[in-house]
């Protein structure tokens, strides 16, 4: 990817950070942690990758991408919203009565979510479906899934690992927002996942392990994810801060969910 | 008489067929197709037929992922893994998510025999009927069966289908008009309604017999659907009749006892007793004796007939 592109996406990744942080702050409070360290996979996704059109949110040929850990849905309103999903005035309703922006993804309420997830272990299964159907179908769509690595701990996320190792579904991209924590503490503390990369290599991944901050890095691993698989799904290890990009929250570390006032999130975007 | 035909077998050959001509049609299963007789559809659709491996959580998840591209999958399972173990996958990736998966059930309560008390739910209906929107149906026989599919398959949603796996009492033939949620009336009578479901739906009609030995006019409605439930039927049988049990082998808390009451309580109130399990685990054991044990024979339904025309 030449430079000019790279900046342009680290500068849409700032701007849609700065959007999230707009969205919870109209709520007062967010999964803020969860939220900041998937954004740069996510602007690589949407602004560099997938096949989608935002006026057309069915193509049936589309890419979709599955946000396992369903409460960073701020995340893709903001990327969502941006794209021209649905109307930017949708962005203060993050909650509220009567809302199509609920804290986690609802395939049902917002134009643009591939799948419902908010009970963690569901999504990466559900992706995996699609990807079976996909083949079935002989639909050249790619599945992306996020999951955390807290949410590893889910027995599901090895069951459907397995199922897509077994099946060689190379047409499904699977990433970890390895941010390290979950809600109370430290992952390595609460229930270790080990070495990630060799447990997803073992179970017939093609692995790559990366700093999911780096978006050369992210779009690099993401073409070779579909041109280098050898006929295997893919796992990508997003080594991520939680909290990334958001001050506050990094300099808290533990900052699964956060308060976010007007005045926190005018001094972490310099916005009026 | 017993039906010629299992209900696994009704239902293997008839999705296997629809299948032909509808390509949304796929079927997975957990490590059972052995005991759900589904080889004929893997062999006549080998791509469309996915065995997920002992992982019913995933499974069921798979299918909700399927169905996000159209595809209208059936998940089978025995009934407390098809429900209990995959409860939550169940309620938030299909019914919450508005997936149309078709989960099938076998072998409920005591008819689970051998397999005993961790393969003999006595709350699959319950759990399920407690997930909004979930249709929850319970064949009675090969002929309801066979009308039953092409119905499940047409209804834009999830559908839980609490299925017998073997012969069935035969109770209907192919002249059975079936709908989905209507209510069958078997036999009409004027002193009581005997609401039943699955295998209890013989046991009724064989409790109607006795009970009209007896001077009894017993009414007996077959309630093959717990979800959405037949609420004019249970209101009109009600009133005439003035006394209502309900039969099911299921526990009666939460169960189509539970269903019924709900429906009379606010409608038209009128005693019930309930023949069912009454707040017990499964076991090991033979359907006739299990039968004794929980109070689910021809017998029980008389009595609790006769008692509670007493309390009219």
């Known amino acids: 990817m030449e430079q000019k592109q790279l900046d342009s996406l680290t500068a849409k990744a700032r701007q849609l950070r700065n959007d999230a942080m707009e969205i919870m702050m109209h709520f007062g409070s967010g999964h ?58 949708w962005k203060a309703t993050l909650n509220q009565n009567g809302t199509n922006l609920p804290s986690h993804c609802d395939m049902n309420k917002t134009p643009g979510i591939d799948m419902t997830a908010g009970s963690l272990g569901q999504g990466i299964s559900a992706a995996v479906g699609m990807a079976l159907a996909a083949k079935l179908d002989k639909n050249p769509a790619t599945i992306y899934c996020i999951i955390g690595d807290g949410e590893a701990q889910e027995g599901q996320i090895w069951e459907a690992t397995m199922f897509a190792g077994s099946h060689k579904l190379d047409n499904f991209i699977l990433m970890l927002d390895n941010n390290k924590m979950q809600l109370d503490g ?31 890095a992210i779009s690099d691993a993401i073409d070779n994810a579909k041109s280098k698989n050898g006929g295997k799904p893919s796992m990508i290890i997003l080594n991520t801060v939680k909290g990334k990009g958001a001050k506050y929250a990094e300099e808290k570390v533990f900052c699964h969910n956060l308060p976010i006032t007007e005045e926190i999130y005018k001094n972490e975007t310099g916005r009026e | 008489m017993t039906d010629e035909k299992e209900m696994r077998q009704v239902m293997a050959q008839t999705l296997t067929k629809i299948a032909e001509k509808d390509d949304r ?35 069921v998840g798979i299918a909700a992922g399927m169905s ?144 009209k030995e007896q001077g009894v006019d017993a009414k007996v409605i077959n309630m093959h659907t717990w979800k959405p439930l037949d609420v004019e039927a249970i209101k009109a049988a009600a009133k005439k009749t003035g006394a209502i049990v309900t039969c099911e082998n299921h526990n009666v808390r939460c169960g189509l006892g539970s269903a019924v009451a709900e429906v009379v309580v606010e409608e038209c109130p009128v005693p019930i007793k309930m023949v069912g399990v009454q707040d017990e685990f499964g076991q090991v054991g033979k359907n006739a004796y299990l039968s004794e044990v929980y109070h689910l024979t021809t017998q029980d339904i008389v009595d609790a007939a006769l008692a509670v025309i007493k309390k009219k």
């Open chain 1, 32 to 89: 803020v942690g969860g939220v900041m360290s998937v954004m740069d996979a996510l602007t690589v996704i949407y602004y560099a990758k997938a096949n989608i059109d935002p006026k057309n949110p069915a193509k049936v040929d589309r890419d979709r991408v599955v946000m396992s850990k369903g409460h960073a849905g701020p995340a893709l309103y903001a990327v969502l919203a941006d794209l021209g999903y649905f109307p930017q005035e």
């Open chain 1, 186 to 216: 430290w992952t390595k503390d609460i229930n270790d996942l080990g070495p990630v990369a060799d447990k997803w290599a073992s179970f017939g991944f093609y692995v790559q392990d990366i700093d999911g901050h780096d978006m050369a």
């Open chain 2, 25 to 59: 049609i796929v079927l997975l299963d957990a490590d059972l197709m052995s005991c759900h007789a589904t080889k004929c559809f893997k062999e006549a659709h080998p791509d469309r037929f996915i065995n997920v491996g002992i992982a019913e959580a995933n499974m």
């Open chain 2, 68 to 211: 996000a591209f159209g595809k209208i999958p059936f998940v089978f399972s025995f009934a407390p893994f098809a429900t209990r173990r995959c409860y939550d996958q169940i309620f938030i990736s299909v019914a919450y998510a508005k997936r149309n998966v078709k989960i099938v059930g076998s072998d409920p309560g005591v008819v689970a025999e051998a397999n005993g008390g961790t393969h003999m739910p006595f709350e699959d209906m319950a759990i399920m009927r407690a997930i909004p929107h979930m249709v929850c149906f319970e064949p009675t026989d090969a002929a309801m069966m066979e009308k039953a599919i092409p119905q499940i398959i047409e209804y834009p949603g999830a559908v839980y289908t609490r299925m017998f796996r073997k012969k069935a009492e035969q109770i209907f033939d192919d002249s059975l008009d079936f709908k989905l949620g209507k209510a069958i009336e078997i036999k009409d009578g004027k002193d009581v309604t005997l609401i039943a479901s699955g295998i209890m739906v013989d046991r009724a009609v064989k409790a109607a017999d006795i009970l």
